[in-house]
């Protein structure tokens, strides 16, 4: 059997994971045109696409190195250019997004170091948490944007715990990986 580092062929999981990329593009034109149901239902298709792919790896026996990688850029693509959207036609403050364009910045740049040395981080509870929560988010924001409500009670604290969640769990990673910025093993 081969190592993961060998298998670098693209696999029908990672066509579902770079086919959640190309879905962003939909998502977020159509989100710029104020058509929130279509919109709404490719991210829902894209986040389902989500526990497919790794699904499909695990079971097909294919996990690869590359489909790793690119599941990680294709969530990030996803949410953060379904939140930049969103912010763009005034659901979200942009204090909002830059904290977790901020975050995902810091967390890459770790992951890439780590990458170099050959040490492979996975992501946490919080991360996870923290992506359940934005997750949740979008979902409020899109049905606020069918109903024709920009905000609301329940936005509002979905907002702030994203926010809280997006700077513990960096905050986390960055303090349990600290060895690798500095270097060490």
């Known amino acids: 059997m ?5 298998k670098l062929e693209i696999t029908l ?9 190309l879905l962003t593009v939909p998502i977020v034109v159509l989100m ?3 058509e929130f149901y279509i919109s709404f239902a490719l991210f829902i298709f894209a986040s389902v696409t989500d526990f497919l792919d790794g699904y499909l790896a695990r079971k097909m026996n294919e996990v690869t190195v590359l489909g790793k990688f690119i599941d990680q850029l294709a969530d990030k693509i996803l949410i953060t250019s379904t939140l930049i959207a969103f912010m763009d036609i005034g659901f979200l403050g942009s204090w909002f997004v830059i904290v977790t364009v901020v975050r995902d910045i810091i967390v890459n740049g770790i992951r890439m170091i780590a990458a170099e040395k050959g040490i492979v981080i996975a992501a946490d509870k919080l991360g ?3 992506t359940v929560s ?3 988010l979008i979902i409020v924001l899109f049905i606020h944007g069918i109903i024709n409500l920009q905000t609301s ?3 509002t604290i979905l907002v702030w715990l994203s926010f809280l969640f997006t ?6 990673y960055t303090f349990r990986n600290i060895h690798v910025i500095k270097g060490a093993n």
């Open 32 to 34: 710029s045109f104020g």
């Open 134 to 136: 934005q997750v949740v």
């Open 2 to 6: 081969r190592s993961e580092s060998q």
């Open 128 to 130: 996870k948490i923290k």
């Open 167 to 172: 700077v513990i769990s960096g905050i986390n």
């Open 13 to 21: 999981a990672t066509k579902i994971t770079i086919l959640r990329v």
């Open 153 to 155: 009670l329940v936005s």
